[in-house]
């Protein structure tokens, strides 16, 4: 896994407090977000998709068959 910067540290840490439901997948635990409600103030949904792609070349986040959802690897 690659350093993250501190913005996309930021970002992964709203995904992860506003995650709802929990699932466990190979022994790893996720957790589902509605990603409008992890967007760090007075960002651009274009800001937070770029973070949402190093998260996801980093194995902690995967999108969904619904657009407006997400997955966050919540094991620290």
């Not at 509605?34 to 902690?60: M, T």
């Amino acid at each position: 896994m690659n350093k993250l910067t501190d913005a996309t540290a930021h970002v992964l840490e709203m995904l992860r407090v506003n995650s709802e439901r929990t699932e466990v997948y190979d022994g790893e635990e996720w957790g589902m977000v509605y990603l409008d409600n992890a967007i760090p103030r007075g960002w651009s949904k274009h800001q937070f998709a770029g973070h949402l792609s190093d998260l996801k070349a980093n194995g902690l986040y995967r999108p969904t068959a619904y657009s407006e959802f997400g997955e966050v690897k919540l094991d620290r």
